[in-house]
């Protein structure tokens, strides 16, 4: 048990659906991440939130659209989705990007949500 | 190198060591990290180093950094089947962004 916990764990969902992944993490951290998780691919960062403020897009397809409405949870919406978008969904977190070696950037990942887009 | 690099593969029979080698990027790294993955679950941080180290011992696991390579292993001791997961290899660079490798694939046989 590692403080995050993410909601769904399984999801199958046609590509017409919208259905949203929840991610709640009980650290006290103030950065949170998503991550998609391939077979046979490195883990891909989508986005980041550092205070509730999105700090990085890595030119994710808008039909992946996050939501932080405070440090402790983070969701993403999902909708029109094709069925390369299967995969593994990692939210983590951390304590948020301050002073410079000391360790705050270290992340702690929840179980992950396997989505299946048919 | 752009990447954190692993070897994807490796297989070793219980009760033997395995080695699982990794070559990080950027010198200025702080800390080093090993996480464990097994099936369907997510990444558990195993255990890390601080770059001023160059060896950090837990029970069965041993970290060893070359930081003048860039060169950072993992050695699990006593290899159970247990221990079967996938190992990645992460780097927090100074402004606390981290980068990961795309996993070691451990298998240990009977």
């Known amino acids: 048990e590692t403080g995050v916990t993410q909601t769904p764990r399984h999801l199958v969902m046609g590509m017409t659906n919208k259905k949203s992944l929840k991610c709640e993490q009980h650290l006290g951290h103030n950065a949170m991440y998503w991550y998609k998780q391939s077979a046979k691919k490195p883990l891909e960062l989508m986005f980041v939130?550092?205070?509730?403020?999105?700090?990085e897009n890595n030119s994710v397809p808008s039909r992946f659209s996050p939501e932080c409405p405070n440090s402790s949870h983070l969701f993403l919406h999902l909708h029109t989705l094709q069925p390369e978008d299967s995969a593994l969904y990692l939210c983590?977190?951390?304590?948020?990007?301050?002073?410079?070696?000391?360790?705050?950037?270290?992340?702690?990942f929840g179980p992950g949500t396997r989505l299946t887009v048919l | 190198g752009e990447d954190v690099e692993q070897s994807l593969f490796l297989s070793v029979r219980e009760g033997d060591s395995s080695v699982i080698n990794c070559t990080y990027t950027?010198?200025?790294?702080?800390?080093l990290y090993w996480y464990k993955q097994e099936p369907g679950a997510g990444l558990q941080l195993l255990t890390y180093i601080f770059s001023n180290m160059d060896m950090k011992q837990d029970q069965r696991l041993t970290v060893l950094l070359n930081k003048k390579d860039k060169h950072l292993s993992l050695r699990i001791a006593d290899t159970q089947t247990g221990d079967s997961a996938i190992y990645f290899c992460a780097e927090m660079t100074r402004n606390n962004d981290m980068r990961f490798g795309a996993g070691t694939r451990l298998t240990v046989k009977p």
């Open positions: 950027d010198s200025s790294s702080t800390y």
């Open positions: 939130y550092n205070f509730k403020e999105q700090t």
């Open positions: 983590a977190s951390s304590q948020g990007a301050t002073g410079i070696g000391t360790g705050a950037g270290t992340q702690y």
